[in-house]
């Protein structure tokens, strides 16, 4: 039963740091990091993400616009970028290692010790990764809310809100963080002890009394 449940967390925990980590990369490439609607032509909207600007236009459909220079970029986008490429970087070496270090795989059954230690390094990359990812989207938000009640900027100048990438970034980080977590929390718990089915198969084959010498009789 122990190893069973063993076997179901860790199935879990990689599932989520799976998840995490796909929505890491849809949020890295999603033009939706920030939001813009004007009041004064409500069928325009613009989105920002971390490679491009795009207008939304009912007549013409959207619009992207690449950014011209990387060093053009605000601080928080260009730090952003290189944080969700190590995020994305950092989950995919995760999932192998902490794949191979499953116990419902056959792959190396006899080595327990070295799949207790791929497991605690997959969920040490995971945990890593679930923190590049928050942080580059929490530091748009933060910076968002700041433009936003910026008392410099005249009234009737528009402001970039949230886009939906800032809230899919936040889940992948969080699923990528609590995926990371339960895999280490189940390889550090005492390892589940060996089926016995193999010593009974054995004992019924080859019986031996207790002192050591085997028992002849019919």
């Given at each position: 039963?122990a190893?069973v ?7 879990v925990?990689?599932s989520?740091s ?6 890491s ?6 033009p939706?990091?920030k ?7 409500e069928m325009?909207?613009?989105t ?18 690449d950014f011209?220079?990387f060093?053009?970029l605000?601080?928080e986008?260009?730090?952003?970028r290189i ?7 950092l989950g ?15 792959i ?9 230690r ?6 040490i ?7 590049a ?7 748009v ?12 900027i ?5 402001r ?8 899919i ?6 699923s990528?963080l609590?995926?990371?977590c ?10 589940a002890p ?5 010593y ?5 084959q ?13």
């Amino acid at each position: 039963m122990a190893f069973v449940f063993r076997v179901v967390m860790q199935v879990v925990g990689l599932s989520l740091s799976l998840l995490g980590w796909v929505l890491s990369i849809i949020t890295t490439y999603l033009p939706h990091w920030k939001n813009l609607n004007l009041d004064l032509n409500e069928m325009e909207n613009w989105t920002m993400g971390l490679w491009q600007t795009c207008v939304i236009q009912e007549e013409v459909g959207r619009q992207c616009k690449d950014f011209d220079s990387f060093l053009a970029l605000p601080a928080e986008l260009r730090i952003s970028r290189i944080l969700m490429f190590l995020s994305n970087g950092l989950g995919f070496l995760g999932l192998w290692v902490s794949g191979f270090g499953l116990d419902c795989l056959r792959i190396g059954e006899r080595q327990q010790e070295l799949k207790k230690r791929l497991l605690i390094l997959g969920g040490i990359l995971f945990w890593t990764a679930g923190i590049a990812a928050l942080v580059p989207v929490s530091w748009v938000a933060y910076m968002t809310v700041q433009e936003f009640w910026d008392e410099t900027i005249p009234e009737i100048v528009p402001r970039w809100e949230f886009g939906e990438a800032l809230f899919i970034g936040w889940f992948a980080g969080f699923s990528l963080l609590l995926g990371g977590c339960l895999l280490n929390c189940v390889a550090c718990s005492s390892q589940a002890p060996v089926a016995s089915g193999h010593y009974v198969v054995a004992e019924m084959q080859c019986p031996y009394l207790k002192n050591g010498t085997a028992d002849l009789k019919v």
